[in-house]
């Protein structure tokens, strides 16, 4: 699926937020990263990892402290113009999490998914408005007749899919998806995740799926980075991070994911990362192989190369 | 038990998706829902009758008084009330000490339904325009203060940061000072009168709403679907009016009826105190302000104008506590 276009490229993107005088939380901090064309790329971690932060830092709700950001080929970081503001609006979109939160509960499905026409001008005929509404719409799955309709008289699943339409109506190339399943059952989630897959073989959408489902990142995902403290510690193919993980933090996570098979699980072990021999702030990233990477010490490397986990893993 | 014919059944297409459930085609009216839960809340329905009431006799109740607000008729001095027909029942029937004053003094086809005070002026007319200039200045202070309170508090609570901890010092150190202290000061400088009373109430009565609005603003503008609104390219104009104004009206509805009554009360208040409206000029205050120096005398010169002003006040509460109930969002369902 990836062409090997560069879509989006993060270098040592950090983000801190000031809680007083003498704290602040680095919440993203010095993650570099590549997102390929029409792939799917996600960002798995515990929570308070710093995914959501890095989401919404790329997307400029958050000014970013340092790093650089490039999108298609122009720089996003720092100080932003008008016209490269315009340039991410139109080009780069956002899914959120909650669905009940997301949609504003004074608004028709109409006015809501039209908004991003609305204030980018984008349309200025009503029906042409209207039309481009139930487009989107049906692209998503929902009807016609749901546009004069406000958000509470949805489900769930259906609130979601307002707020990909909502996202679609700009017609993005690139799509920041924010945990969109955790607040739906499991059944919806299907739903919802197939959708995303429909469009994004329909429209050439790339994605940047943020979520803690490890299972749900395994099935939809192209590449993984995985998060742990605002650092990237361990990034490859869904195949590197799930059959060949090297960070003691990624083995940790995965041994936390259930089996289906009873008998496996009664025997499956569970390793407790115990981060005190590691600091992450003065380790680098090292290569593996073209695609898998790890964040680690030379000291550390050559211990979890000869298999030895016995500092990091209980 | 019935035998299943093949014929009977049909075989679904499958679709891509699951078929949308249907949702009833009603919309959701926001201002009617809230009618509805107010309907049931029986006090706060008669109050705004009671209020409606109340405006329609301070919009005509001077015109059928017989008498002009300043007119003075020394013959008529404190003549006690008295309406035709009611005095048949033994009250409103013109009798002090058991005399009735109307006849003693010849003014046999003369009726004063609320009495008439010490320069002989109607009490009926001089009260309808008493409220007629409670409402005026409750109507204008409360409005100057929506617009203010409102705008500060969007702002403040929506910038954040440096803008909101100037802005709230700011609140700080003007309801740091007593209120009285600034009106004396104000009345002192700008002359008693309408004006006067009407700034002096804009000066202070804002903070309530803009601090109502701000912590309104705090807890919405963390939500997603203004992050969404931002990722769409809104501005924080655009977003302030269309995302965040609208999920905050009814408690700005809310808010704005109960500084109503306040701004009645201290309007009298200040009559009351000497600082409001001048004679021959009427308010509610004023004139429970000159009746009470001969109420145990002429009561009734104090009576009817605090009737008006309890009435008034404890409507004013009773609607707005109803219209909080009714927009209160953790009502719905009821």
């Given at each position: ?314 | ?121 109607d009490l009926w007319v001089r009260v309808w325009m008493g409220t007629r200039i409670s409402f005026l200045v409750a109507f204008v202070a409360v409005l100057i203060d929506v617009i203010i309170g409102i705008s500060y508090g969007l702002i403040s609570g929506y910038y954040g940061g440096k803008v909101d901890m100037v802005m709230q010092r700011f609140v700080e150190i003007i309801s740091g ?158």
């Open positions: 699926m990836s062409t090997n276009n560069v879509i989006l490229e993060v270098k040592n993107l950090k983000q801190f937020f000031r809680v007083d005088r003498k704290t602040t939380t680095r919440a993203v901090d010095d993650v570099s990263f590549k997102i390929f064309e029409g792939e799917t790329f996600s960002v798995v971690g515990e929570s308070g990892s710093g995914k959501s932060t890095l989401g919404r830092t790329l997307i400029r709700i958050y000014d970013g402290v340092a790093g650089e950001v490039e999108f298609m080929g122009k720089k996003i970081s720092g100080k932003l113009d008008k016209e490269t503001k315009h340039f991410i609006t139109t080009n780069m979109q956002m899914i959120f999490q909650d669905p009940m939160a997301s949609l504003n509960p004074r608004k028709k499905v109409l006015d809501t998914v039209a908004f991003g026409l609305d204030v980018n001008k984008l349309v200025s005929d009503p029906v042409e408005r209207k039309n481009k509404v139930i487009e989107v719409l049906k692209s998503v799955g929902l009807s016609e007749d749901h546009i004069n309709r406000f958000p509470h008289q949805f489900s769930g699943g259906q609130r979601q899919r307002i707020g990909v339409a909502r996202a679609l109506v700009l017609k993005p190339k690139f799509i920041i998806a924010d945990e969109i399943i955790s607040a739906l059952d499991v059944s919806i989630q299907a739903q919802v995740i197939n959708l995303m897959k429909k469009l994004q073989r329909e429209l050439g959408l790339t994605y940047l799926f943020i979520a803690h489902d490890l299972s749900m990142v395994r099935y939809i995902s192209d590449r993984v980075a995985v998060m742990h403290l605002g650092h990237i510690v361990e990034m490859g193919t869904v195949d590197d991070v799930y059959n060949h993980p090297m960070h003691p933090y990624t083995k940790s996570l995965l041994s936390a994911i259930p089996h289906p098979d009873p008998d496996s699980e009664k025997k499956r072990k569970r390793f407790v990362y115990d981060m005190s021999t590691i600091i992450y702030n003065d380790s680098h990233m090292v290569q593996l192989s073209d695609t898998h990477s790890i964040l680690t010490t030379d000291k550390d490397f050559e211990l979890w190369s000869k298999g030895d986990y016995s500092l990091s893993l209980k | 038990m019935t035998e299943h014919k093949k014929e009977l059944f049909k075989r679904l297409e499958p679709k891509e998706y699951v078929t949308q459930e249907l949702i009833s085609n009603e919309e959701p009216k926001f201002f009617r829902d809230a009618y509805r839960r107010f309907k049931k809340n029986k006090g706060a329905h008669i109050a705004l009758f009671m209020i409606i009431g109340i405006l329609f006799l301070a919009a005509f109740g001077p015109l059928i008084g017989g008498h002009v607000y300043n007119e003075v008729i020394t013959q008529h001095i404190n003549l006690p009330p008295r309406v035709p027909f009611i005095e048949n029942l033994g009250i409103l029937n013109g009798m002090r000490d058991n005399v009735n004053i109307y006849l003693q003094k010849g003014f046999n086809d003369v009726y004063y339904w609320f009495g008439a005070d010490g320069l002989g002026r000072i007593p209120n009285l202290v600034v009106v004396i000061l104000l009345v002192l400088v700008l002359k008693p009168g309408l004006q006067s009373i009407i700034f002096a109430l804009m000066i202070t009565g804002w903070i309530s709403m803009s601090r109502v609005v701000r912590s309104q603003v705090l807890k919405l503008k963390e939500l997603e679907f203004v992050l969404a609104a931002r990722t769409l390219g809104a501005s924080s104009f655009v977003i302030i009016l269309k995302e965040i104004l609208p999920n905050i009206i009814g408690q700005i509805i809310v808010m704005t009826m109960f500084s109503i009554p306040s701004a009645i009360f201290y309007e009298s208040f200040l009559a009351f105190v000497g600082l409001g409206l001048q004679p021959p000029l009427a308010s509610l205050g004023v004139l429970i302000s000159t009746g009470y120096q001969s109420l145990l005398i002429y009561p009734h010169m104090v009576i009817f104008p605090v009737l008006v002003l309890s009435l008034l006040m404890l409507s004013f509460n009773l609607v707005a506590d109803g219209l909080r109930d009714a927009f209160d969002p953790k009502m719905k369902g009821f």
